[in-house]
């Protein structure tokens, strides 16, 4: 089964950018679709970016849309968040998922990576 790592979190100002990543080990990574998600304590987790296992994106959320930019490398066992114009509202602890199928649900999961962003 894969593992996942989260990193590339941290304190930025409204309007600055940061990249996460999200390094597996294990499994297959290149059979699986990765997503990201976060969550504000106290609230519900949030879908934000997903890719499938020949890197094409689905969907964003309209919260992100425009803004935020999912990609891999299947080479170098990696998927990457782009987020621009960050905004305080995009602060929450990101996580990455790991599923077979995008709708068979994510079983695989890291830690978390903070992101915060001040006004």
């Known amino acids: 089964q894969v593992q996942l790592v989260e990193s590339g979190g941290g304190l930025v100002q409204a309007g600055g950018s940061l990249r996460l990543s999200c390094a597996a080990s294990?499994?297959?990574?290149?059979?699986?679709?990765v997503a990201w998600f976060r969550r504000v304590p106290g609230k519900e987790r949030e879908f934000v970016a997903a890719i499938t296992q020949s890197s094409v994106s689905l969907s964003y959320p309209t919260s992100v849309k425009g803004r935020f930019t999912i990609f891999r490398d299947n080479a170098k066992k990696t998927v990457w968040l782009q987020m621009n114009n960050l905004k305080p509202e995009d602060t929450a602890i990101y996580y990455c998922a790991a599923a077979f199928t995008s709708t068979s649900g994510y079983n695989y999961w890291g830690q978390g990576t903070q992101v915060t962003v001040s006004s």
């Open positions: 294990g499994g297959t990574f290149s059979s699986y679709v």
